[in-house]
């Protein structure tokens, strides 16, 4: 006969462990995810470890039980669940379905009642049971068919609890824990018991006379006059309590056992729901391979290779695509172009097109427009060729960005796709993807460009039309085509980075990490692999006994958010942190810059992504120069390697004084904020002194640190769990702190409500120069998409507003450049911050053109601000 095997989980109780267990993660939407991902992890463990035949996860119904008919105050005083773990249950829900795991809840009882209820039916029934949970409430359960896993900090790691591991860690047996929670009573569910009395002495009291109901009938016997006294003055309230932890095994259930069979997971499923959540790691684990789009029976199309590259070749409007198999065309070889125009379709080869004086000319033509895909690579990658484009005024890409910068990524056929042109292949499908990838022989690669063409041809007038329907075509050719061209200057000059110092900089921080290292195995008493996460948990939870708060199966975590929360406990931690950072400053930006230098130059060239995010601001990539670290000193002192090109020029850096602050101020209208921008006063002052109700003089530090983190982050949806974490302060008081800045600022409460209507009302959001952005989840039943839409329509039209004002301040400043036949020139964008070289005798003007041309990019309702500063190096110029 098969074994039967039923597995038993408490679905609330491990959803709030997995939440408090790990970070909080997001997937590329921003959705929280860390619950569902622990929830996923032990999900996985068990199907594996315990192999059921048949499954069940019970969430609690309500709030209400009827446990509270017996005592109103039962788990009374619970903080409410945090919005962040709220969000999950529908994953976690979709979690079980796509597992093909059965789910269960009922109205009036908790989860525990019907796991106690399914576990008595199923011994009766002959199966083996085991239980999982996180409250140790469910240890009564346990029996000679059914054990009891609690899990410990971490989310996988399980004490396994038999009748015998219950005798042996609390010298009781299973049925005597309801006794003892009658006695000790239990804080989280707000179970009275006895005041005065622990777990020793509940446990004393029990071996002496096995149950509650014989202690109290037996209270002479007791030693101690005031344990007597409060065993007699509480003795209803410990058979209450009693009640209140007893399990009810006899539910009305209306699940049978032959309704929880578990026949395995659909592999399908599955991958969808992990490439939704962003689980990569996982799909791994199920052996998940790429998809490879179907290639499509496509029309014939007729091209030329000419023989020779005449001008006749050229009509007046072209639809002109560079193909580049490489992301970064710093450094990717063309291997083709195609040219569709009225006189025909073509495929240039490389060499024939670039040694063409007649393809040159045209190319750097400003009569001879062009329609491209990417303007900024198509114009960077020619450049490398000794060719200057010009003329190129419409951009496909671009375009498609605009009307939904959600959709980012897509190649053309993607983007044609979606306009109903199917004449064309994805590039994965055509040349391969990774190893696999290969260029085909020339007449297949001709046709292939001339259908991307072609497709480009049947777009325009399709994207024009929708950018014009949006009101986004000034957008469109007012901001990001312009821009474009600017960020190809930028790229294309690059910026000098001094390798000596850099090298200098790697080997200082050789020797500081020599160091910390030695003194992290002084603290250890031992020399060890400080990069070896098993050796390093041996060391701080089992040598040095620190508080361990996950356990994976190579051994104890060790990530950057458990070492944070240790901190404090040895002085280990803080050498750890500070060699991990160190470590981190020393291969990515020290080694990793050394890498891209270019020999001849001594200048790295940056590629700015202008399609990419969904806001509108613009990445940096290969290398990343926005988010060289500048926390730490040693992280600062990087960017003393990047200088100016040219002898007796100085760096000018110019940033935005919390720009994002003044947007909302603009946007909501509200008159405190505009009044205190309007006053030049310190913002982060002025809201402390409101929340607070005390004059600036009274402000302390930490009230203004307080102030400015409701001032950032209220607007991007933060919730009172959200702000305690980034203040460490109690949920009840970050709550409070919330409440307190929206009475001060009641506008900015009243745009955070009309903005969320609005976007439920017309699907999308809109910043100051028209940019949208979807939303389609507005309106999902799912709480998890709704909320996080939510959060993104309050944030979108300011962080979106701030960028759109850097980059129209971008194009004004090269046109004041120009006109004024200046030789300074722009080299960076860091978030809010534009980074020049520029001749010394020139600074001056700077000093005065620069703030001039940046806070007049936009008139707002209130003035915005520009600081600067220059030196020999980007580091001085601070």
């Given at each position: ?111 525990d ?35 009891v896993?609690?899990?410990r ?7 396994v609890?038999t009748?015998e ?17 009658g006695?000790?009573?239990?804080a ?85 729901l ?21 290639i ?6 007729e ?15 072209n ?11 710093h ?7 195609s ?11 490389t060499?024939?097109?670039?040694n ?61 796709g ?90 200082e ?12 195995c ?82 790295v ?79 982060h ?52 702190f919330?409440?307190r ?41 799912n ?27 971008m ?37 005065q ?19 600067y ?10």
């Open positions: 006969m098969e074994n039967k095997k039923l597995v038993l989980i408490d679905g609330n109780s491990i959803a709030y462990r997995a939440f408090f267990a790990l970070p909080l993660l997001n997937n590329d939407k921003g959705i929280h995810t860390n619950a569902v991902y622990g929830f996923t992890m032990m999900l996985m463990k068990i199907l594996e470890e315990e192999k059921p035949t048949h499954i069940l996860v019970a969430f609690d119904a309500g709030k209400t039980t009827f446990r509270h008919k017996t005592f109103e105050e039962y788990k009374g005083g619970r903080q409410k669940t945090p919005p962040e773990l709220s969000e999950q249950f529908p994953f976690i829900r979709e979690l079980l379905d796509a597992y093909g795991i059965s789910r269960y809840e009922l109205e009036n009882y908790e989860a009642d019907i796991i106690g209820t399914l576990s008595s039916t199923a011994e009766k029934d002959g199966f083996e049971v085991k239980v999982i949970s996180g409250d140790k409430d469910l240890t009564q359960l346990a029996s000679p068919h059914t054990t896993g609690i899990t900090k971490g989310i996988t790691d399980i004490e609890y009748p591991h219950v005798q042996e860690k609390y010298g009781l047996i299973p049925d005597q824990i309801i006794d003892m929670k006695l000790m009573g239990d989280s569910d707000n179970i009275p018991g006895v005041p005065g009395v622990g777990e020793k002495t509940a446990i004393k009291l029990l071996k002496e006379f096995s149950t509650l109901e014989q202690l109290l009938e037996s209270i002479d016997k007791v030693s101690g006059n005031k344990l007597k006294e409060k065993l007699t003055e509480f003795k209803e309230q410990a058979v209450m309590s009693k009640q209140l932890a007893t399990i009810e095994r006899h539910a009305p259930v209306e699940v049978a056992l032959e309704d929880i069979s578990y026949d395995g997971f659909t592999r399908e499923k599955l991958i969808g992990f490439k939704e959540l962003g689980f990569s790691s996982l799909l791994d684990k199920l052996g998940e391979d790429s998809a490879v789009d179907v499509q029976e496509l029309c014939e199309v091209y030329i290779i000419p023989s020779e590259i005449s001008s006749d070749l050229f009509a007046n409007t639809y002109f695509y560079v193909e580049m198999l490489e992301d970064n065309y450094q990717a070889e063309i291997i083709g172009f040219i569709v125009n009225d006189n025909g379709h073509f495929f240039l080869p060499e024939q097109a670039l063409s004086e007649s393809f040159k000319s045209w190319a750097e033509n400003e009569g001879k427009k062009k329609t491209v895909y990417d303007a900024k690579r198509t114009e960077v990658s020619l450049r490398r060729q000794g060719i200057h484009l010009k003329g190129a005024d419409f951009d496909i890409l671009m375009a498609s960005y605009i009307l939904n910068p959600s959709e980012t990524g897509e190649d053309l056929a993607a983007i044609a979606k306009y109903g042109i199917r004449n064309i292949q994805s590039d994965e499908s055509f040349y391969g993807k990774g190893a696999k990838q290969r260029i085909p022989e020339t007449d297949r690669l001709a046709e292939h460009l001339v259908r991307k063409g072609m497709a480009m041809a049947e777009l325009k007038d399709k994207l024009e039309d929708d950018l014009k329907k949006n009101e986004q075509y000034s957008l469109f050719t007012e901001l990001e085509m312009p821009l474009s061209l600017i960020l190809a200057d930028m790229e294309s000059c690059g910026i000098k980075v001094e390798r000596q110092r850099l090298e200098s900089m790697g080997r921080l050789n020797e500081r990490l020599i160091e910390i290292e030695e003194k992290i002084e603290l250890a008493g031992e020399k060890f692999n400080i990069n070896s996460p098993k050796q390093l948990g041996v060391i701080l939870f089992e040598k040095l006994q620190l508080t361990s708060f996950k356990k994976t199966k190579t051994g104890y975590s060790t990530s950057a958010d458990v070492l944070e929360k240790l901190a404090g406990e040895h002085e280990i931690i803080e050498h750890i942190l500070l060699y991990r950072q160190l470590g981190k400053l020393q291969s990515t930006y020290i080694e990793g810059l050394l890498k891209v230098i270019e020999p001849k130059t001594d200048k060239h940056t590629r700015f992504q202008q399609t990419l995010t969904a806001t509108g601001r613009l990445s940096s990539i290969d290398p990343n120069l926005q988010n060289i670290p500048i926390r730490l000193e040693e992280g600062r002192r990087i960017r003393q390697a990047f200088v100016p090109s040219e002898k007796d020029w100085l760096i000018f850096a110019a940033d935005y004084s919390q720009i994002e602050l003044r947007v909302l101020a603009h946007i909501s209208g509200d008159e405190k904020l505009i009044q205190a921008f309007k006053e030049d006063m310190d913002i002052t002025r809201t402390a002194m409101e929340v607070f109700h005390v004059d600036s003089d009274q402000v302390t530090s930490n009230m203004r640190r307080q102030a400015k983190a409701v001032n950032f982050g209220i607007v991007y949806g933060i919730s009172d769990y959200g702000l305690s974490q980034s203040l460490g302060i109690t949920r009840k008081d970050a709550g409070q919330i409440e800045y929206l009475n001060s600022y009641p506008r900015v409460k009243e745009y955070m409500e009309t903005i969320v209507h609005s976007a439920k009302q017309k699907g999308y959001v809109s910043t100051l120069l028209h940019r949208r952005r979807y939303l389609p989840e507005i309106t999902a039943r709480f998890n998409l709704r909320s996080f839409a939510e959060r993104t329509a309050m944030n979108t039209p300011i962080q979106g507003s701030a960028a759109d004002i850097i980059k129209k301040a194009i004004d400043m090269d046109e004041a450049l120009k006109d004024k036949g200046l030789k300074s020139r722009l080299l960076l964008q860091v978030h809010d911050e534009l980074i020049f070289e520029a001749p010394e005798e020139e600074v001056e003007i700077l000093k053109l620069v703030p001039l041309v940046m806070e007049n990019a936009i008139e707002l309702s209130v003035p915005l601000k520009v600081d500063a220059y030196g020999p190096t980007w580091f001085d110029a601070k």
